[in-house]
């Protein structure tokens, strides 16, 4: 048994930090005081955590020195604000707002990386939709020479904060009830909708996310040279990531292989064909991608495709933290 | 002014057969005597064309011989029993149910291919989402030498039928009021969800419809080589067909040629950049695909991405029907 942990929360009223309280409480994680904090707006809710009201205080106020591991699981400013004084104090940082320049590691892809940090340790959890491609595609990587990936993600509205969760049911009961529509969160309506930008898109044309995938990926598989095309998709789902993917591959796909390798592989379960998973069917409150539609080209040997879909606030974030927190205090600490 | 044409709708009180009526009417296509028809189940009913409701007749006691163009927009069953008896009687058919093996035309695109079609003279309008990528496709094929086309096909619930589309509003009226749900017509909640399959999926886990855009897409472009890879999603939308494309190209990609062929071609608007198209916003309703958030490769310089959404039941099925009887009446008959 570890010696438990002094641990702080940083954005615990968030759906990720929420969600990441009721993971290290499932999973047992040993913790001897558990710090809730959040920007002042916030500060004052409470989050349950084993059976008790645990009370939200002001990040500002907060000295980090009584944290030996803290998770940010706010915005990306709050990052840039705290992380320093965070680490200034020692404290092991992982990160889950997209802001640190640090090594991004998904435990079943790369947790190799974790033992070639050094103290004070800052590691970032990367996006839900590169979580899921680095599970699905590291078991594969050796068998199948990856040469392009293509990737539509179809996001959950959650991605974007419990507002966003709110206006979906809210634009869509106004237009059940044939109510006029007025959008906050999004710039337009996204019930019965599906809206191609998520964000802000450079000069370039591409989104934020989408950036932000490309370079997680490469970094999580360590083929810094492969080529992928990603588009990002608003889709009005509450919870629950889906990504179409379609791989070029150098080697041919050999479909008994890939199944075998993906039933295999931790962190994924494969379903078979014939049947397929769904974001609210299968992945929502779940510990593991569902990949499913596995299959090759209409004529293309060289081709793989497949659909994946995970929790995007449990597996996708809150979980894949944890996890690292798990390998962290077990190797490192 | 052309002569006045006897004109025959299958499938006359389907979404895409009562569509076609009203884009017979508005486009003033010169009709002398217009024949609703459909199965007994809707036998009876009535369609509005001009001012008037004109009564649904069964299809089974139709004499073809009072027809001189018959458009089959009811099911695929439904084709195959009564095209021959159109053809044995010198109609003009054009099929909109994906049944006959006879050449696909978009007009935009391949019109070339109805001089070459000899009386009787059958010809079918493809897939909505074949009449989108083709319409986008097209124009570029010349300056991009099409090597890939990855696709991810949204697909609205209307794509369906009525019952399609009357259930995804059951489905979320229940849920929002947290009654039980149960599907009927899909064979899952799609409401709030993403289903990654759409009809039946093949030995090889390829579905009909992808194996249809396939083939479709390669005829439409003359490209009868080009690797493509489809996978259909069903999107709880009530209209309107989304697809994401990536684009392998043999050269490397010029974004100012691009917008500049897309902008000067038939059938599509092309969304400036910073702004995006989506169906419910833009498609529905529409006569053309709306094309936005065109952009190359993160850095992939023979990679062209973008977004294109157009109304499945008019733009991608009635409307393109009827463009086809207008160059047939020109031309052939």
Request: aromatic letters at 4%; hydrophobic letters at 45%; one cysteine or more.
């Amino acid at each position: 048994m570890p010696q438990p942990f002094d641990i702080a929360v940083i954005g615990a009223t968030g759906t990720v930090g929420e969600t990441l309280v009721q993971v290290l409480e499932e999973r047992d994680f040993p913790i001897k005081a558990l710090h809730l904090l959040a920007s002042i707006e916030s500060a004052g809710a409470s989050v349950p955590y084993r059976g008790k009201n645990v009370r939200v205080r002001e990040v500002e106020q907060f000295d980090f020195s009584q944290a030996r591991i803290v998770f940010f699981a706010a915005s990306p400013a709050v990052t840039r604000s705290f992380a320093p004084r965070a680490a200034a104090a020692g404290c092991t940082v992982i990160d889950l707002s997209g802001d640190l320049a640090v090594p991004h590691v998904v435990p079943e892809a790369n947790a190799q990386v974790l033992a070639t940090l050094k103290a004070p340790v800052q590691v970032a959890s990367p996006s839900s939709s590169a979580v899921a491609l680095a599970l699905v595609l590291a078991p594969l990587r050796e068998q199948l020479g990856l040469v392009k990936v293509n990737v539509t993600v179809a996001m959950a509205v959650s991605a974007l904060g419990r507002e966003a969760v709110s206006e979906l049911a809210r634009q869509t009961a106004e237009l059940l009830n044939a109510r006029p529509l007025e959008p906050r969160v999004f710039d337009r309506q996204v019930a019965f909708n599906l809206l191609p930008q998520v964000g802000k898109v450079d000069a370039q044309g591409h989104g934020v996310l989408e950036r932000r995938l490309v370079s997680e990926l490469r970094e999580l598989l360590g083929l810094p040279l492969l080529k992928i095309s990603v588009t990002c998709v608003q889709a009005p789902v509450f919870f629950g990531d889906s990504l179409t993917v379609s791989v070029q591959t150098e080697n041919p796909v050999d479909l008994v292989a890939v199944n075998s390798a993906l039933d295999g592989a931790e962190g994924i379960e494969r379903v078979e064909e014939g049947d397929y998973p769904t974001p609210v069917g299968d992945a929502v409150g779940q510990d593991v991608v569902y990949v499913g539609r596995v299959r090759g080209g209409v004529d293309d040997p060289c081709e793989l495709n497949l659909w994946a879909t995970l929790d995007n606030v449990r597996k996708g974030a809150a979980l894949n933290a944890v996890q690292l927190a798990e390998l962290l205090i077990k190797d490192l600490l």
